[in-house]
């Protein structure tokens, strides 16, 4: 197997300064292939958003999005809507995807939302 460089930086430990190190490891990954435990994006299919595209007018979108927030719940849509804009190397795709989080019909709305949570608008410090 190859070897790969490490890079540690300086760190703090136990109120004791841990010098920087560099060195040599085996690489212990196989070639190629990561076990579907390690991966971090999950498997979303084609089409998910069903027919959420970056050319379509906002209102659209919304609309699309709406639709599959009663369908399919609003964590589950938000977490399409995320994963698309993590991945995506479109920066257009990328900025339509953060303007329409958060969705427009929102949890207090959404299927499998639990009774009398509200979503709060309003956030107030209050000292003692």
Sequence with gaps: MAKIRVHR???MRD???VGPSD???EDKGEKNHTPKSRQWSPEIKHGALKGWSKDLPSEKRHEILSG????????????KLTWLR??????ETISKAKEDLPLP????NAKNWPAGIVRSRFSRIVSP
């Design 86 to 91: 993590n991945i995506s190397n479109d920066r």
């Design 9 to 11: 930086k300086a760190f």
């Design 105 to 108: 019909l929102g949890p207090s």
């Design 68 to 79: 599959l927030v009663r369908s399919e719940g609003y964590k589950d849509t938000v977490s």
């Design 23 to 25: 060195y040599l490891t």
């Design 15 to 17: 109120g004791t300064m």
